[in-house]
């Protein structure tokens, strides 16, 4: 595996920690993240005696969102600049495309698993946290779903993830808004289970709980909760249109406008849509 992740085995037999490791990025997600995230339900499947991840970032935060890199192409003009992909309505992982999947890839692994937040989870950070079964968090951790300061949209499955947590009026205020929060609030809204002050140690510590209970259950619940969220065909139809939304938004006038405004830090001059 890339060391843009680490797996680590603990000292309890089938816990093991998986950390987004660019911390000197605060885990910004670049395509070399996307892959290796991508890779990680194959991985942790095959995993003999797996019992229970916990998924969390080295350095100062848990994960950045997308590469300031990244930004730096739409502003150019120059499409999603994820992976090179010229479309990512292209299924590339099932339902999902790559960068989906490096939220939903947490689904796909078959026993829980459980994120540790601290610093900041915004944009695709906060959708990747959303893909773990529970979120442990710092009170003084930071939280957006923060597209829309770029123009964008929620693309990494958000749109499936946050509808199951949080009231749709909630939802919209928090994507309409882009707002910064913190880990009490996100608590309080249903994207955090708990707010702790060191979200590894309690987050190692439930896993290990976990990892003394019947593993068949365990596994067979997962299942289970899996299958009584959002149906398949509904998150299939929803990852799509999130997608094709996107690819619709990235690069045009105004998306590049609200980049180009946001790094200059200047309130941003925006066209009126057609009707």
């Not at 950045?64 to 499409?79: H, I, K, P, V």
Request: with cysteine; proline share 4%; hydrophobic share 45%.
């Amino acid at each position: 595996m890339n060391d843009v992740i680490r797996v680590i085995e603990t000292e309890t037999p089938g816990v093991v920690e998986v950390r987004l490791n660019r911390p000197d990025k605060h885990n910004a997600l670049n395509s070399e993240l996307f892959a290796a995230l991508a890779g990680m339900a194959e991985r942790l499947s095959a995993w003999q005696g797996l019992r229970a991840v916990v998924l969390s970032g080295e350095g100062k935060s848990f994960c950045a969102g997308l590469d300031m890199e990244n930004f730096s192409r739409m502003a150019q003009g120059s499409g999603a600049g994820v992976g090179g992909r010229k479309t990512l309505a292209e299924r590339t992982h099932g339902d999902s495309n790559q960068a989906q999947y490096a939220a939903m890839v947490w689904r796909d692994v078959p026993v829980p698993v459980i994120a540790a937040v601290h610093g900041v989870a915004f944009g695709g950070g906060l959708q990747v946290a959303l893909g773990a079964d529970l979120r442990l968090a710092r009170a003084d951790s930071r939280w957006s779903v923060m597209e829309i300061q770029w123009g964008l949209v929620p693309d990494m499955a958000g749109m499936v993830l946050i509808s199951e947590l949080v009231r749709p009026d909630r939802v919209r205020e928090l994507c309409y808004s882009g707002r910064i929060f913190d880990g009490e609030e996100a608590a309080d809204l249903g994207l955090v289970t708990r707010v702790c002050e060191s979200p590894r140690e309690e987050a190692l510590a439930m896993a290990r709980d976990i990892a003394g209970r019947n593993p068949h259950a365990v596994r067979a619940m997962k299942r289970l909760l899996n299958q009584s969220a959002m149906p398949q065909e509904q998150a299939a139809r929803v990852l799509l249109a999130e997608s094709v939304e996107q690819d619709a938004i990235i690069g045009q006038p105004n998306q590049v406008e609200a980049v180009y405004a946001r790094m200059e830090k200047r309130a941003p001059v925006f066209r009126d849509p057609e009707h």
